[in-house]
């Protein structure tokens, strides 16, 4: 049996770490949730695995399970002992990465969250947009020097920027002008164990 068991929701932010585990070859199962029930494909209560009911929660053979997107991706690039996706601990290209995986996390995901919200309205959305599109702007001035957000490297980081900002179409989030992010968008999508993750959860 895999060692590892990732829960995930097509198209979440458990794509990120879906995209990490192929880039990284490792072997996994996984276990898809329904977030309405909060049961997973196998008939299991969620909630009982993770009392938070959220994606991605990872599940390893020891029985041992961990939450948290960023930490997640940070414990399974430690899992090899050397990766580009992150760099040697106390070096400062990996606390680049980790410095963007708390952006990311703080700034972009989680402003996403009212835009996908039923009951906010369309006037408060326009405003929550426009903040996330001026952090936009800003990602789209670095993509503009470099391939992905560390440099020539593709690292956990551009994994979970990838991961999000694929909801923009969803939530009708303008990133039009914004090319520099629009080519970070396709170069990801064009990596070989990302279309296999895509494929995987149906969202190709
Ligand atoms: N702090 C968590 C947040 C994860 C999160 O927001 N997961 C969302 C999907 S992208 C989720 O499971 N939402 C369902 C819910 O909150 O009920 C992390 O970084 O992993």
Known sequence: MPPLKLYYVPGFCSLAIHIVMRELGMDFTLVKVDMQTKQTAQGEDFLRINPKG???????DDGMGLSEGPVIAQYLADRLIDTPLLPKAGTMRRYRVMEWQAYVASEIHKAYTPLFHPT?????????????????????????????????????????????????????????????????????????????????????
């Not at 959220?54 to 390893?60: G, N, W």
């Not at 170069?187 to 969202?203: C, D, G, K, S, T």
């Open 120 to 204: 906010i309205a369309a006037d408060d959305k326009a405003l929550f947009a426009k903040i996330l599109r001026t952090r936009y702007q800003w990602i789209d001035g670095v993509l503009a020097r470099e391939m992905y957000l560390t440099g020539s490297s593709f690292t956990l980081a551009d994994a979970y920027l990838f991961a999000v900002t694929r909801w923009a179409g969803y939530v009708g989030l303008d990133l039009a002008g914004l090319t520099h992010l629009q080519d970070f968008m396709g170069r990801v999508a064009a990596r070989p164990q990302v279309i296999q993750a895509l494929q995987a959860e149906n969202q190709v």
């Open 54 to 60: 959220q994606v991605p929660y990872l599940l390893a």
